[in-house]
């Protein structure tokens, strides 16, 4: 089966950095998803990660490790309106996205 | 705007009403979800269509029947919901629902539910 496990909760001051973490565990591996939620909003699509190493998207970053069954979301020059939460996700087999339980992040001036 | 569109937004029922939630979008996507989100608690996918056809239905109770009249059209049909049911109700939609890894979902905003 599937698990996915990153921090409930996170703190962080505008203008710095916050790596936020997530492990996963999969019957088989077909990349990692991160996703920004808003409170009150959609979830939107941040990355995918599919293959090990780190992958740059302006202010955010995603790195992977497959041997370790790692993800995290690195979040640059904080900005006020970055305060949301955070979920990591695995395709769990046809149609299926699993999803963590998310991690808040909240951003302070 | 993420191009799927849910409506109501909020909705407060009684455990004897029946009610819908509906959920349009605009991407041209050919596969469809409802996801339940509580407090706290990850993302439960609930129902997947493809194509119209239903391809997942995960082990969610009748009183939550779902429906698909075509591909941009998602309807939840409620009735006899219990306080526990209470969350929040997500559609997302993609491309096509398979085993190809970047199957990226985009999300509805939601549809926030109180059972009484």
């Known amino acids: 089966g599937q698990n996915i496990d990153q921090p409930t909760e996170m703190t962080a001051t505008e203008g710095a950095i916050v790596q936020i973490n997530c492990t996963y565990q999969?019957?088989?591996?077909?990349?990692l998803f991160w996703y920004q939620q808003h409170a009150g909003e959609a979830p939107t699509f941040l990355s995918y990660?599919?293959?090990?190493g780190l992958e740059e998207k302006g202010r955010f970053s995603s790195f992977l490790s497959r041997s370790k069954g790692y993800s995290y979301l690195l979040l640059k020059e904080l900005q006020m309106k970055d305060s949301a939460s955070y979920l990591c996700?695995?395709?769990?087999?046809?149609?299926?996205?699993?999803f963590g339980a998310g991690t808040r992040l909240a951003v302070h001036p | 705007e993420t191009g799927v569109t849910q409506t109501p937004r909020h909705l407060v029922m009684g455990m004897t009403n029946k009610k819908s939630l509906k959920c349009e979008q605009h991407l041209g996507h050919n596969a469809m979800y409802w996801y339940k989100q509580s407090a706290k608690k990850p993302l439960e996918l609930m129902f997947v269509?493809?194509?119209?056809?239903?391809?997942e239905n995960n082990s969610v109770p009748s009183r939550f029947s779902p429906e698909c009249p075509n591909s941009s059209h998602l309807f939840l049909h409620l009735h006899t919901l219990q306080p526990e049911d209470s969350a929040l109700y997500l559609c997302?939609?993609?491309?096509?629902?398979?085993?190809?890894?970047?199957?990226?979902?985009?999300f509805g905003a939601g549809t926030r539910l109180s059972v009484l």
């Open positions: 990660n599919v293959l090990d």
């Open positions: 269509y493809n194509f119209k056809e239903q391809t």
């Open positions: 999969t019957s088989g591996f077909n990349g």
């Open positions: 996700a695995v395709p769990g087999g046809y149609n299926k996205l699993i």
């Open positions: 997302a939609s993609s491309q096509e629902a398979a085993a190809l890894a970047k199957n990226i979902q985009y």
